[in-house]
């Protein structure tokens, strides 16, 4: 079984700042109002996640660390029907399959709490410990046992930086929570709770960019498209800028990158792209299945509206100009 899961954790988990993206995900599907991500050595020494979230019990743990057990039950196989990030309960699983995995959990309710260890795959019972209620999961040893990607991993200062930009993803996508990051005990971000998704923009893209977001806002239909878009003077060289969340995931996806760089046409020279933090909400029944394991691309049912809408809200009514 250990192989299967070291086979899952080769789609999923492809290094440090994947487990990170899973371990934050879980505790935001945990209903955690803060998140602490604390790494060393960009995440190739040790990853700890520590949450305030609902916690797990005893006798949780060991369903939680084996593979396709997952509390999360979704109706149908849409990942956009599922409310949770998380729903195929491989993640845990896989990463315990490559790695030393320490997970110490008090559920609310509870008295004490639980701990458990998970070693390349073998799993110890779990035993009580002392603990607040919420969850601290620590990550070591990242694939000691698969050569293979422990060789690809790349130096620390690589690793941190894919880590930092996983954190951003999620944290821009959850205002609501406060997240800290720490590096070798050193403060990155400490990003409270906010109301305003501008000041969490501005936490992360402060200055430049901060200080020329234009607002946006559109829900003439079931496609409501809301957040910043920046002056064209500060485009960028690169599309990386563009950060897009569906249903309050973050997604990459080509035909919107397209309408982006559409409706800043003739406002941009050759080889610029703008600069944008949208937030795309709309019925599931409008997203297709999840094509891809890391839940980065998705495909809509009609494409050629989502992009319509996208482009016509920003052309008309932001960027003010014509067609
Ligand atoms: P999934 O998120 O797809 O369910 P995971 O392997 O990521 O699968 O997690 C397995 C299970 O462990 C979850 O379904 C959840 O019940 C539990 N779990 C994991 N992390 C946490 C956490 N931080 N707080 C509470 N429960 C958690
Ligand atoms: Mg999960």
Redesign the pocket.
């Known amino acids: 079984p250990n192989l299967v899961n070291q086979i899952a954790a080769g789609e999923v988990i492809e290094r440090p700042a994947s487990v990170v993206k899973?371990?934050v995900?879980?505790?935001i599907?945990?209903g955690?109002h803060r998140i602490e991500v604390a790494i060393m050595g960009g995440g190739t020494e040790s990853i700890r996640?520590s949450?305030d979230?609902?916690?797990?019990t005893a006798e949780?743990l060991p369903?939680?660390?084996a593979s396709h057990?997952?509390?999360?039950l979704p109706d149908d196989e849409s990942l956009f029907h599922v409310s949770?990030?998380?729903?195929?309960?491989?993640?845990?699983?896989?990463i315990g399959s490559v790695s030393q995995l320490t997970?110490r959990?008090r559920a609310e309710g509870e008295t004490v709490g639980a701990e458990i260890v998970v070693r390349g795959g073998v799993v110890e019972p779990p035993a009580p410990c002392g603990c607040p209620t919420?969850?601290v999961?620590e990550i070591k040893n990242l694939f000691f046992n698969t050569p293979v990607r422990h060789r690809f991993l790349k130096t620390s200062q690589t690793e941190r930086g894919h880590i930092v930009e996983a954190f951003t993803r999620l944290a821009l996508a959850n205002p609501q929570i406060h997240f800290v990051l720490t590096n070798n005990n050193k403060e990155i971000y400490d990003l409270p709770v906010t109301q305003q998704w501008s000041e969490r923009i501005r936490a992360f893209f402060g200055g430049e960019i901060g200080d020329s977001l234009i607002k946006v806002a559109d829900g003439s239909d079931d496609i409501r498209i809301s957040g910043y878009v920046a002056d064209p003077s500060v485009s960028r060289g690169n599309n990386r800028m563009q950060y897009l969340f569906l249903n309050g995931r973050h997604i990459r996806d080509r035909s919107l990158q397209h309408a982006l760089g559409e409706a800043y046409r003739g406002l941009l020279m050759v080889g610029r792209f703008p600069v944008c933090f949208l937030r795309l909400d709309m019925p599931a029944d409008l997203i297709d299945v999840n094509v891809h394991p890391t839940k980065l691309e998705v495909r809509f049912t009609d494409g050629g509206r989502v992009y319509g809408r996208l482009l016509q809200t920003l052309r008309h009514q932001f960027l003010k100009t014509d067609m």
């Open positions: 899973e371990l995900e879980n505790s599907d945990a955690s996640i949450d979230g609902c916690g797990m949780q369903l939680a660390v057990a997952t509390s999360k949770t990030l998380g729903f195929r309960g491989e993640a845990l699983a896989s997970i959990s919420g969850t999961i």
